[in-house]
């Protein structure tokens, strides 16, 4: 009698170690759920374009962005510079964030 509860506490504790690996998954996607939402309100619009923007220019150095521009009603156009983690010079960056997220231009001049 005393495995008894045991037994069916057992399906339970098995059934979220199979839902794990999936944990991240479904993470993802309520975030990327969030972020379309996101984009799809004018006044956080320029705000998602600028960190979009940030991270990929991250990549290069520490960033600072000077300037954000609406493109019409489907981009936004973000300008900043980029310091060289090396301490070299730094160079400015231009980048173009669509309103379905995408960044179809980036470029370090």
Known sequence: MRALPFLMALPLSLGGCAALPFAPAAVEAAREGAVQRQLHT???????????????????GRIEITRVELQGSSAVRVYGT????????????????????????????
Not at 42 to 60: D, I, M, Q, V
Not at 85 to 106: I, K, V
């Open 42 to 60: 004018e006044s956080s619009f320029p705000a998602a374009a600028e960190e979009a923007c940030r991270a990929r220019a991250a990549r290069h």
């Open 82 to 109: 980029i310091d060289r983690f090396s301490g070299s010079a730094g160079r400015s960056f231009a980048c173009l964030f669509r309103r379905d997220g995408n960044l179809p231009y980036f470029r370090i001049y």
